[in-house]
C-alpha cells in the first residue's frame, strides 16, 4: 500500500497543507518544530487511531479550531480509495472511505502503517503500560475486530473496579458478592482472548524481531520477547517484584495457547488474590497488569542495554512488527514511517538501515538535516517551514 496524497486541515500546526507522495522513501526535512513530524503522525494516526506523542486527541486540532481532518488518498494493487477522519473537540470523532462514513475504529481495516519515533525508546525503557500499547496496536492492526475486545475489556474493568472500592468502603455486601462474580465471568471471557492473542503476537514477533536488529546492528545479540503474565503470578505492576521476581516468573510460566487455558489460569488466579483485590480495591490480575520482558544476550533489556542496544532494540521492534504485516496483510506492505531516526545512528547503522527497509513499497521519514539520511533514500525531498509545504 502507498499513500499518494496527504490533506490536511486545522492538523496541529497545518492550516491547510496538500503533500503529494511518491512509491519508495519520502523524505521531509525541516528545522525542528517545523511541522515535518506532524505530517507523518497524522497517518499514523489514520492507521491507529492514536498519536506516538500525546494521548489526547485535543492536541491535535489546531488552536482556535473546532475540529480537524486528516484525508489520505491510498492505492494498493491498482485500486484507489479515500480515507478520512474528522477528530473533534467537543463531539465523537467522525470518519469516512471514499466518502461513505463507517466508524473511526474500522479505519485500520484500510490502512495500515508502522512509525517509529524516539518515544518509542519508552517501550523498552519505560513502564508496562508502553508494551501493552504497543502489542496492542499491531493486534488491532492484524485484526481489527479486537479494537472492540479491547475497549470492552476496558469497560469491564473500570466497572469491576468501581464495585471493589464501594465494596471496600462499605463493607463486603452478599450482592456485592454475586454481582462481582458476574463482572469476574466477563473480565475472564473478553481477558482470556486477549492473553491468547498477545501471547501468539509475542510468538510471532520473535524471528523478525530478531532478524531486523541483526540488520541494523550488523551482529547476533541474541534478542528475546518474553510475556509476563499475572495470571501465572507476575504482576508487572508491582515495584517490589523486582527484575529478578520477573526473571523467575518467565522461567516457570506456562503462556496458554487456547481461550481454556487461560480462562482456568485468570479464575485461578483472581480466586488467590480476591481478598487482596477487596483490600484495595482494585483487580490485580487481568492483562491491564501484563508486560513483555525484552532480554540482549541472556539479560534484560531494561536495566541492563545500553543507550544504543536499546535504541536498536526499540527500532527492531518496529522494522519486525512490519515485516509481520507485510507478510500477513491483504493490504500489501505498511507505509513504514520513520521518524528523526537517522539523527541517532552512527554511519554504519544508517547504511544497514537503509538497506534493510529498501524493499518495502513506501517509506516516509523525517530529518531535521538533509546529510543524515543516506542519499539512496533522498530522491524525493520535500522541504517544510513553519506548517508549510516549502518545495517538493
Known amino acids: 500500500m502507498i499513500v499518494k496524497h496527504l490533506s ?53 486540532i489546531r488552536a ?17 480509495l479515500l480515507a478520512e477522519v474528522q477528530i473533534n473537540r467537543s463531539s465523537a470523532n467522525r470518519a469516512q472511505i471514499n466518502r461513505s462514513q463507517i466508524k473511526p475504529r474500522e479505519l485500520p481495516r484500510y490502512f495500515s502503517s508502522v512509525l517509529f519515533a524516539p518515544e518509542d525508546l519508552g517501550i523498552v525503557r ?62 475472564v471471557t473478553l481477558g482470556s482472548e486477549i492473553i491468547v492473542v498477545r501471547g501468539a503476537l509475542v510468538a510471532a514477533l520473535g524471528a523478525p524481531v530478531a532478524a531486523a536488529y541483526s540488520a541494523v546492528v550488523g ?27 520477573e526473571q523467575e516468573a518467565r522461567a516457570d510460566a506456562v503462556v496458554p495457547t487456547t481461550a481454556a487455558q487461560a480462562a482456568d489460569a485468570f479464575r485461578t488466579a483472581l480466586a488467590a488474590r480476591r481478598r487482596a483485590e477487596l483490600d484495595r480495591g482494585i483487580t490485580l490480575v487481568g492483562p491491564h497488569r501484563d ?40 493490504l500489501g506492505d505498511p507505509v513504514l514511517i520513520l521518524d528523526d531516526v537517522f539523527a541517532e545512528l552512527d554511519q554504519g547503522r544508517r547504511r544497514r538501515l537503509a538497506e534493510a527497509i529498501a524493499g518495502f ?31 517538493g
Not at 27 to 46: A, I, M, P
Not at 64 to 80: N, Y
Open 8 to 60: 490536511l486541515g486545522d492538523y496541529r500546526n497545518y492550516a491547510a497543507a496538500d503533500v503529494p507522495m511518491q512509491p519508495g522513501a519520502n523524505l521531509f526535512v525541516g528545522r525542528n518544530g517545523q511541522g515535518k513530524t506532524n505530517l507523518v503522525e497524522s497517518l499514523g494516526y489514520l492507521s491507529t487511531l492514536g498519536s506516538h506523542r500525546v494521548s489526547s486527541d485535543q492536541a491535535l
Open 64 to 80: 482556535g479550531a473546532d475540529s480537524a481532518v486528516i484525508r489520505a488518498r491510498l492505492e494498493h494493487d491498482g485500486r484507489e
Open 126 to 187: 519505560g513502564d508496562p503500560s508502553a508494551r501493552r500499547r504497543f502489542i496492542d496496536q499491531l493486534i488491532v492492526l492484524r485484526s481489527p475486530r479486537m479494537s472492540g475486545v479491547l475497549a470492552d475489556y476496558d469497560r469491564v474493568l473500570r466497572q469491576r473496579n468501581t464495585l471493589l472500592k464501594s465494596a471496600r468502603s462499605t463493607g463486603l455486601k452478599e450482592s456485592q458478592l454475586t454481582t462481582l462474580e458476574i463482572w469476574d465471568d466477563k473480565l
Open 219 to 245: 551482529d547476533d545479540h541474541r534478542p528475546t520477547l518474553s510475556p509476563v503474565l499475572s495470571v501465572s503470578g507476575s504482576d508487572a505492576e508491582e515495584p517490589e517484584s523486582g527484575v529478578r521476581g
Open 291 to 330: 508486560d513483555v520482558a525484552f532480554g540482549l544476550n541472556g539479560l534484560p533489556v531494561k536495566g541492563y542495554a545500553s543507550h544504543g542496544e536499546s535504541w536498536s532494540f526499540a527500532l527492531a521492534l518496529k522494522l519486525g512488527a512490519a515485516e509481520l504485516l507485510r507478510a500477513e496483510s491483504s
Open 361 to 391: 513499497e513506501q517509506v516516509l521519514i523525517t530529518a531535521a538535516v538533509l546529510d543524515d539520511v543516506p542519499e539512496t533514500l533522498t530522491a524525493h525531498t520535500v522541504h517544510i517551514h513553519a506548517g508549510e509545504v516549502v518545495d
